[in-house]
């Protein structure tokens, strides 16, 4: 009767342990590079000014930021920002698209 009771719990936990582990996967695979972002009913995408961005998102919104040489442009800085919104991450880059210009959201990347 021990043995029995221990199989019939090996069958009910399997399904959910696999569906667990299926939905883990799902996450992981669709975090990272998005082409646009909803925040606060606002849509930012790539290619949007940092002016545009800076009038949706509030200074109190961002966790922290590092500025570096952009590797794709000599005369740019990449700056990265890292953002939370109602629990939700993400991560916007900027850098100049064109010299003289502004900057610019070259890459988006959800947590």
């Given amino acids: 009767m021990t043995l029995r009771r221990g199989i019939d719990h090996q069958k009910r ?3 959910i342990l ?16 998005v082409n646009f972002l909803k925040v606060r009913g606002k849509t930012i ?9 800076f009038t949706v998102l509030k ?9 570096g040489k952009d ?12 953002y939370q ?3 939700r991450k993400f991560t916007i880059y900027f ?3 064109q010299d003289p210009g502004p900057y610019k959201v070259t890459k988006i990347m959800e947590e």
């Fill in 13 to 15: 936990v399997l399904p």
């Fill in 45 to 53: 995408r790539i290619g949007d000014t940092a002016d545009r961005i």
């Fill in 95 to 97: 850098a100049r698209v």
């Fill in 59 to 67: 200074k109190s919104d961002m966790v922290n930021q590092t500025v």
């Fill in 71 to 82: 590797p794709n442009n000599p005369n740019s800085l990449l700056i990265v920002k890292n």
């Fill in 18 to 33: 696999i569906t667990t582990i299926i939905f883990c996967i799902s996450v992981a695979c669709f975090a990272g590079e």
């Fill in 85 to 87: 919104v109602k629990g």
